[in-house]
């Protein structure tokens, strides 16, 4: 499966961006779907996953109650929704998929990876 993510940009703190990841290849359902972020010189660290029917979700800490995950099977595509975005939030946005029911939270889990999509969040 092949993943293209979109919809980053520079915005202030307090701001809100959705995320979009395309999947395209296989039958999309039947992936359970993850955002993770990295900064340069930093591990690629998890944000957020879905399972392939979106009835389950995880999601980091730091992120709990202002980022929302979802996904639009039909469309073959998940989301990220950022509200009150913080400068800490700056990364390189990436999502990632792989087959399966259960949500992980570690990188390792997910075969599959888009090309990412820069957030910057000024103060």
């Known amino acids: 499966v092949q993943l293209q993510a979109f919809g980053g940009g520079l915005v202030q703190a307090g701001a809100s961006l959705r995320l979009s990841c395309a999947a395209y290849g296989r039958t999309f359902s039947r992936f359970r779907m993850g955002w993770f972020r990295q900064v340069p010189g930093k591990e690629r660290d998890f944000v957020a996953a879905i399972s392939g029917s979106g009835g389950a979700t995880d999601y980091t800490d730091s992120v709990k109650g202002r980022f929302t995950i979802s996904r639009d099977n039909a469309k073959a595509t998940v989301y990220l929704q950022m509200n009150s975005l913080k400068p800490d939030d700056t990364a390189l946005y990436s999502c990632?998929?792989?087959?399966?029911?259960?949500?992980?939270?570690?990188?390792?889990?997910?075969?599959?990876w888009g090309q990412g999509t820069q957030v910057t969040v000024s103060s």
């Open positions: 990632a998929a792989d087959f399966g029911t259960l949500i992980h939270r570690a990188p390792g889990e997910y075969d599959y």
